[in-house]
């Protein structure tokens, strides 16, 4: 599956994007809330980890946007070990499930399973815009037959511009 990991500690971010690479996932990897807000809007991922302590925008802030802009990717929150109104806060802003550090990586693995087995699969269909095709479980782009170069950032903005196109 495509997981999006939001962390700001770029050493545990790592270790946890090279385990589910090594699991057989797909990563990607965001070190703020907003550029995590962005990736995980531009609505490509079976599930997100969401750290709770980001600068900025924080967990509990990304995962209340998301739900509120209608976006039910399920989310793993990862929270401080024992902090109660970290997971209750979690839980309230439509977390699907938490996990307190430190954690087993087995475990987190686990927990993803359950969560993409209740959500039911992946759902990263294909979009169109006029000539433009987008692939979300591939991150790729195409005008026509020729593919478009962007970077991760370029391609979350313009995912979440075209998953808007209809709704406007
Ligand atoms: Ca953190």
Redesign the pocket.
């Known amino acids: 599956m495509r997981v999006l990991v939001v962390?700001?500690?770029r050493r545990?971010a790592g270790l946890l994007a090279r385990g589910l690479r090594e699991a057989g996932h797909a990563v990607d990897v965001r070190h703020t809330g907003s550029d995590g807000l962005l990736a995980a809007s531009a609505g490509a991922y079976d599930s997100v980890v969401l750290?709770?302590?980001?600068p900025g925008l924080d967990g509990v802030a990304v995962c209340r946007t998301l739900r509120q802009r209608g976006n039910m990717v399920p989310v793993l929150m990862?929270t401080a070990r024992g902090d109660v109104p970290d997971r209750v806060a979690g839980l309230d802003a439509g977390a699907d499930d938490y996990l307190a550090k430190p954690f087993s990586f087995d475990e987190l693995l686990a927990r993803l399973r359950a969560l993409h087995r209740r959500a039911g699969g992946p759902s990263s269909a294909e979009v169109r815009a006029g000539d433009l095709l987008l692939d979300p479980a591939r991150r790729r782009v195409f005008r026509g037959e020729v593919e478009i170069d962007l970077s991760a950032r370029e391609f979350d903005i313009l995912a979440l511009l075209l998953s808007r196109a209809g709704s406007a």
């Open positions: 962390e700001d500690e545990l750290d709770v302590m980001l990862l």
